[in-house]
């Protein structure tokens, strides 16, 4: 098909020149004898102006319609700033339709108002909005950037396969039956990591893949049943190698596709202090009013609620201060917080702190506390007119991570984030090795029983495994966690030690992950990686929270494909042949 020119590459230095475009009919006007249409490919969008010469050819098309236009390139008398081609627009002086189309079901414009559901129903439809495009364009340029940038540093792609074994230790897997092998299973895998750590066995020493994963995970707003990572695993390496691989993918993603020079380097925080501060391991810097603890301050207190939890080990009384933020607030709002701290976190109570215009303490705790330990309160916080102060009083991590939750809130509520903050990174290290699992009533793995221990932890595996430190960390980002990754164990004695302190015997590892330890007999180099969440990555730099904005063919928050209702039935012949029964089902 005859084509010499984009829709939306064109501009002021092409007038006068003669093009052939073809596209989407996005909007059409009829000004008397002339008829003016935006045409859209996947460039852009341009006017295109016809003439009463072509007005019968033009009568019936609407928008959604393809046409194959000959023009020619004019200069617009009434410039449109808003347009990239809007300083333009081609005169046609032929036209054939292509195709003609129905009325879509919704607007296609940036701007719909359509219902998501509906969207994603004729998601094929919504993927013609230029914004989507762009945004699937962008994720295009941050794969090219990684291939090219891990192949300068020595890395090779490798494949590794979709059809694996079921691992059991971690998320649920999605399980594929055999046919051939009936009553046996494959799974979907969650991430490479047994395959690229047995890549490193083999001696290839760096590798790379831009790899789709599954995860057969509760239902939340963040995360689609498959998904995308970068995934890198290199050998003879410590933390600091794989930071600074990692540093510079991110300095070259962040140049070639929104040409933003990054920090040299990234601030690193171990975990326990990263709660400590900010209440979360994932938490975004652009902001302060960081997590103030206040235990020491009540430890004699004449206020029960504050002597109790200052004296029990696991106790925590912590605040934040909102500067000016004091009238921000009525007792319905507060309520409001109060219910968000006890309902999503658990805690007991939020109490808070008013500063009125002459220094005074007004508030929910402002009657049992002592005027020493206002004064105290007051000092520790370096309070003024108009602050507001909350307060959680309760186990350590609960007032940790709901005053982290109640941070972040606020943040965005009173606008604490600055519109040019740009992009704050923060590696999170040293996180748990282990976390205790109520349903199976062990210690489990926090990140996957390959993380490494920190040398110095070795001897607490046994006798306090709650103070175990690995050598995993996170890359965060705003606010969102872009990688997950550690250092891996490669001596087989250690490997022993951690699975028995997870309460697995060496005859059940060697079931679970057989094939796997008998590839370390045989010389199993350092080795460490990460995966980087190719989705997040993406929403980030194209600026949305909503992470089917960055994916093609998303699901819902039900996990559910609206467009091809997937997952579907099948017919039972397929089940007989595979040899599955099905003894429970849905009946949505």
């Known amino acids: 098909m005859e084509r010499t020119a984009h829709n939306g590459d064109l501009r002021e230095s092409d007038a006068g020149k003669k093009v052939v475009i073809v596209g989407w009919v996005a909007r059409r006007r009829n000004l008397g004898s002339l008829v003016f249409m935006d045409l859209r490919d996947r460039s852009g969008i341009v006017q295109v102006v016809f003439d009463e010469t072509l007005a019968d050819a033009v009568k019936d098309v609407r928008n959604e319609y393809i046409l194959h236009v000959w023009g020619t390139v004019q200069k617009r008398q009434d410039a449109n700033p808003k347009m990239a081609t809007g300083a333009i627009e081609v005169h046609a002086e032929k036209v054939e339709i292509i195709n003609r189309a129905e009325t879509t079901p919704f607007v296609i414009s940036d701007d719909t108002d359509a219902n998501e559901d509906i969207r994603l129903k004729y998601r094929y439809l919504d993927l013609r909005r230029p914004i989507l495009q762009k945004n699937l364009m962008l994720r295009h340029q941050i794969c090219m950037s990684v291939r090219h940038t891990l192949d300068e540093e020595g890395f090779v792609e490798v494949e590794t396969p979709i059809l694996a074994r079921s691992t059991p230790e971690g998320a649920r897997d999605y399980l594929v039956p055999s046919r051939i092998y009936n009553g046996r299973f494959w799974a979907l895998p969650q991430s490479p990591q047994i395959y690229k750590q047995l890549l490193m066995i083999a001696g290839m020493e760096r590798y790379f893949q831009i ?13 689609q049943p498959e998904f995308t990572q970068i995934d890198i695993e290199m050998s003879f390496v410590d933390e600091d190698d794989v930071f600074g691989v990692v540093e510079h993918l991110m300095h070259n993603i962040f140049h070639d596709v ?107 705790i402002a009657k049992p506390l002592s005027d020493e330990e206002k004064a105290a309160v007051s000092r520790r916080l370096d309070l003024h007119a108009d602050d507001l102060v909350l ?198």
């Open 258 to 364: 929104k040409g933003v020079e990054l920090e040299d380097h990234f601030i690193r925080i171990p975990w326990r202090e990263c709660m400590k501060r900010f209440g979360s391991d994932k938490p975004d810097l652009r902001f302060g009013n960081e997590i103030q603890d206040l235990t020491d301050l009540f430890s004699d207190s004449s206020f029960t609620v504050f002597k109790n939890t200052a004296n029990d080990p696991r106790g925590m009384i912590g605040a934040l201060k909102f500067e000016h933020a004091a009238d921000k607030y009525s007792r319905k709002g507060l309520d409001e917080l109060q219910e968000f701290v006890k309902h999503g976190f658990e805690a007991h109570a939020l109490a808070y702190l008013k500063v009125g215009s002459d220094g005074t303490l007004s508030g929910s």
């Open 211 to 223: 790899a789709r994963c599954f995860r057969d995970e509760d239902l939340r707003a963040d995360r």
């Open 391 to 588: 307060v959680i009083a309760d186990k350590e991590r609960v007032t940790e991570t709901a005053l982290g939750a109640l941070r972040v809130r606020l943040g965005h509520e009173l606008n604490l984030i600055p519109k040019d903050a740009g992009y704050k990174f923060l590696w999170v290290t040293e996180f748990p090795m282990f976390e205790w699992s109520e349903e199976d009533q062990r210690w489990v793995a926090a990140h996957h029983p390959f993380t490494a221990p920190k040398a110095e932890d070795v001897d607490k595996l046994f006798s306090d495994p709650e103070h175990v430190s690995s050598r995993a960390y996170d890359l965060v980002l705003n606010g969102y966690e872009l990688l997950s990754g550690s250092i891996r164990i490669h001596d087989q004695d250690l490997q022993e030690k951690v699975f028995e302190a997870i309460g697995l015997t060496m005859e059940q590892a060697k079931e679970k992950f057989g094939f796997f330890l008998e590839a370390f007999k045989y010389g199993a180099p350092p080795h460490g990686g990460v995966g980087i969440g190719l989705e997040r990555l993406t929403m980030v730099l194209a600026g949305t929270d909503n992470i089917r904005d960055v994916v093609a063919f998303p699901t819902t928050n039900s996990s559910l494909s609206l467009m091809d209702e997937a997952p579907n039935t099948v017919d039972p012949k397929q089940l007989q042949i595979l040899g599955i029964e099905i003894s429970k089902k849905d009946k949505q």
